[in-house]
């Protein structure tokens, strides 16, 4: 908890970029409604085209009005055509949401990227006499994208899923109360997850970020020093160095995968027990003739909106594990504190005037000048 409430302080970076946010969110609201919709049109061919059930009220309003689709086969064409403006609207959407996530991501991580930069620049040379160069290069260019992982991987991904959560609960209350308790049975075992791998995929990532930043630091020690790696012939020596690793890493890469994959097979399967519970009681359902097979088919289709965002909750809770080990080493550099700062009562002195050599003759030994009689000014700015 005391991670997540340092990782939050990144979040300033998102709001000079409020308007990119905005739509964002509009898209997210304009998706939900969209994907509450595209399951009907597959209801209204099950139930009231093949099968013949009378329409509703609502939707025989809706024919009246549309010229040719009265019948059987105008509900027909109706369904064919709505399908296809569904999916349409559902990708140009997520076209316009894309396209707004990735200027938004990059402007984010840029913008934490220079503040990085300046402030390393403003820290004393003792601190840079204890980090390598290779290392802070890596927090600024590589652990940056931290900030985006936070808004675009974690933050925005928490809220589309508790407003889908919230939508599909509610319909699906409505269609089938008593199912919707059974599939919402498998959230104990999804929490569960987070306590069980979140901790492990936390300290798998923070180990990998370290070996990535170590080679960086050994690249360009090695690049830095080439003149004395070639005299002591030592161009073998820091290749095997570099081999070691990159070995350690690709094995920190592997524990990583690894422990994300079992956190996904575990959330995977606990979601696939629920669905499996839910068709078994809905086809009962189905058989004593209580519900059609339509609704069942809805209620399937959004049991899958249902548990889409109730495993996102739980990626979103294991994304803030691993965002961790490149926060940590972001908000590390930025809350360090110059050991050279202005006091309190410190006031800004600003120069005036001008700075002019006139007839200068220099050299570093007696008669061998340098410059002779250079004549030159400065002036503010």
């Not at 097979?265 to 058989?287: D, E």
């Given at each position: 908890?005391?991670?997540t ?9 998102a709001?000079?970029?409020?308007r990119d ?12 409604g ?9 209801k ?17 309003n ?11 086969h105008?509900?027909?064409l ?10 349409l ?91 919707t ?63 070691r ?33 839910v068709?078994?009681?809905g086809?009962?359902r ?46 590390e550099?930025?809350?360090t ?45």
């Amino acid at each position: 908890m005391k991670a997540t409430l340092r990782q939050l302080k990144l979040l300033k970076y998102a709001w000079p970029h409020a308007r990119d946010l905005y739509i964002i969110l509009l898209t997210i609201l304009v998706t939900i409604g969209l994907s509450v919709l595209q399951p009907w049109p597959t209801k209204i061919l099950i139930d009231h085209v093949l099968g013949h059930t009378p329409l509703p009220p609502q939707l025989v309003n809706v024919l009246s009005v549309l010229p040719g689709l009265q019948g059987t086969h105008g509900l027909l064409l109706l369904v064919c055509v709505s399908t296809i403006l569904i999916f349409l609207a559902i990708s140009l959407v997520g076209m316009l949401s894309g396209t707004v996530s990735i200027r938004f991501s990059q402007r984010m991580t840029f913008d934490l990227g220079a503040d990085l930069f300046l402030h390393l620049q403003r820290l004393s040379l003792l601190f840079h006499s204890r980090r390598s160069v290779g290392d802070l290069m890596s927090r600024v260019t590589g652990d940056a994208g931290c900030v985006q992982i936070l808004v675009n991987g974690a933050l925005i991904p928490l809220l589309q899923s508790t407003v889908m959560l919230i939508t599909m609960f509610v319909i699906m209350w409505k269609l089938e109360p008593a199912m919707t308790l059974l599939s919402l049975a498998v959230v104990p075992l999804l929490m569960l997850s987070i306590r069980m791998f979140g901790k492990r995929m936390n300290l798998r990532g923070r180990e990998r970020r370290e070996l990535e930043a170590r080679m960086a630091s050994l690249v360009q020690e090695s690049l830095s020093a080439v003149p004395a790696v070639q005299a002591f012939g030592r161009e073998e020596l820091e290749h095997t160095r570099y081999r070691r690793f990159a070995d350690q890493t690709v094995s920190a890469y592997v524990r990583t995968t690894n422990a994300q994959m079992s956190f996904k097979l575990f959330v995977g399967s606990v979601t696939a027990a629920g669905t499996a519970m839910v068709m078994y009681l809905g086809a009962l359902r189905v058989l004593d003739g209580t519900i059609t097979v339509g609704t069942i088919l809805v209620f399937l289709a959004y049991l899958k909106s249902l548990y889409d965002p109730v495993n996102n909750l739980t990626y979103v809770a294991s994304t803030l594990q691993t965002l961790t080990a490149s926060s940590d080493r972001v908000l590390e550099i930025l809350e360090t504190t110059p050991d050279v700062r202005d006091a309190p009562d410190a006031k800004e002195i600003r120069l005036q005037g001008t700075v002019r050599y006139q007839d200068v003759t220099f050299g570093y030994e007696p008669n061998k000048t340098v410059l002779h009689r250079v004549v030159f000014e400065a002036r503010p700015g």
